[in-house]
């Protein structure tokens, strides 16, 4: 049932707010919400479970793959409510990956790109501002419960809350982290590209934002130990521009803990980009180009349908 629901301000002042700045907010608003809900969940399985009880102990976390199933699919729904409350002005890309990749192969202005990446950046760094808002105080319990190294009384754990870090046996390398940020991401953006090509088998009935959130959980759980599964750099440098600003110092930048890793900060960066643009290159090779052929040619036959040649005799 329809409903008309008036503006809250009059449309005259409307229309500056009709083009990329109106764009740009629901860029900041949908990574806002994705960066609220996800770093939310991960603060829910690090701080706030042991330290409201609710875990063997207070600093007790992934003990089984439930603590990481419980991660992945949070960040999955925010994916998910990210994309449908931005969607409908700018494509709710929410991830510089994802605009570069859109640049490189959609048609996607190049104008565009530096300010979506700004709104990006802006609205991750306030929605990691708002979970510490909410947390501040388990995540204080955590610290203060947690032994081992800490940087101005955090751990490593609590700041993993926000940003990434490489699991222990890549013994501080670098090129098992970007490797696994660049496939991840390549992933990431194939199936994006897939599931919203009207060519293809498109998702119907506007679920395209639940399949988006289906693959990064998907992600997460095949290829999310090795580094966090950043596979997008706003949701990476933005929380870790705000964990430096409140007090992580240099586990946030360089990004760095003593004997295990150093100068991290922009493989979730890097990684990230590069893989954008292989993983919608490498679908446009083996499945768009088809698609665009078949679309062209209307005489090729549908896909598993064999053309029967007649010939008539003379």
Not at 29 to 40: D, H, K, N, R
Not at 50 to 55: C, M, V
Not at 137 to 160: L, M, R
Not at 164 to 169: E, I, N, R, S
């Amino acid at each position: 049932m329809a409903v008309e629901i008036p503006s809250l301000i009059k449309p005259s002042k409307l229309r500056a707010r009709g083009g990329l700045l109106g764009e740009c907010l629901a860029e900041f608003l949908g990574t806002f919400v994705l960066i609220a809900f996800g770093c939310g969940v991960v603060a829910m399985a690090v701080a706030a479970l042991p330290g409201s009880g609710r875990a063997a102990t207070p600093t007790t976390i992934f003990l089984a793959a439930g603590d990481w199933l419980l991660i992945t699919w949070g960040w999955a729904m925010a994916v998910v409510f990210g994309v449908y409350v931005a969607g409908g002005v700018s494509g709710a890309h929410l991830n510089p990956a994802v605009t570069l990749a859109m640049a490189v192969r959609r048609g996607f202005s190049w104008a565009k790109v530096l300010p979506y990446w700004f709104a990006q950046l802006v609205g991750a760094f306030t929605g990691a501002a708002l979970v510490y808002l909410v947390y501040h105080q388990a995540i204080g319990a955590y610290d203060a419960a947690a032994s081992g190294p800490k940087v101005n009384g955090h751990t490593n754990a609590t700041f993993s809350i926000f940003a990434t870090f490489p699991a222990g046996y890549f013994h501080g390398g670098i090129w098992g982290p970007l490797i696994d940020q660049i496939v991840g991401t390549a992933f990431l953006i194939m199936f994006i590209v897939a599931v919203i090509d009207l060519r293809n088998t498109a998702v119907q009935a506007n679920l395209g934002p639940l399949i988006i959130g289906f693959i990064v959980a998907a992600i997460g759980m095949s290829y999310g130990a090795n580094a966090g599964y950043a596979i997008n750099p706003a949701r990476d440098f933005g929380p870790r521009l705000f964990t430096w600003s409140a007090g992580w110092g240099s586990l946030a930048f360089p990004g760095s803990v003593s004997g295990v890793y150093r100068d991290y900060w922009w493989i979730p960066i890097v990684g990230p980009l590069i893989g954008a643009v292989i993983g919608i290159l490498v679908y446009d090779l083996f499945i768009g180009d088809v698609l665009v052929l078949r679309a062209k040619d209307e005489e090729l036959p549908e896909a598993g349908v064999v053309r029967q040649v007649e010939t008539t005799e003379e």
